[in-house]
């Protein structure tokens, strides 16, 4: 499960910096999720819950932004969201995002990492 192993590296990195500042637990995390990085926020949720049991982190709040992807195109210059359809099957198939304009396979700049916007501590 692609959801479990990288919310296992998140919470890793949150209890050492919540142990870099002494905090007492951590309150609230904020992440931004790229549209295109294939994480389904309700298993990422799950596997948080999961991970963060015993840890500081339990019953911290998981705020999950997703966030538009931004692709470029080399052949006409086109810059902006990609062209793909959100269906049932976006989640298990990899898509191919083409330019709206030409029609051409893009280069994705933002939307497909997942990074950590802002950790609330209790200090
Ligand atoms: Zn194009």
């Known amino acids: 499960m692609h959801e479990f192993s990288i919310m296992s590296q ?55 932004n997703i966030m538009d992807a931004h692709v470029r195109c080399e052949v006409c210059g086109f810059d902006g969201k990609p062209d793909y359809v959100d269906d049932a099957s976006y989640h298990v198939s990899t898509p191919l995002f083409l330019c709206p304009v030409c029609g051409s396979p893009v280069e994705v700049l933002e939307g497909k990492g997942c990074i950590i916007k802002r950790v609330r501590l209790e200090l």
Do not use: C, H, W
């Open 10 to 64: 998140l919470v890793e990195k949150v209890i050492e910096e919540a142990r870099k500042r002494d905090a007492k637990r951590v309150l609230e995390i904020e992440l931004d999720v790229g549209q295109l990085s294939f994480l389904n926020p309700e298993q990422m949720r799950f596997a948080y819950n999961v991970l963060s049991k015993g840890t500081i982190l339990e019953n911290s709040r998981l705020i999950i």
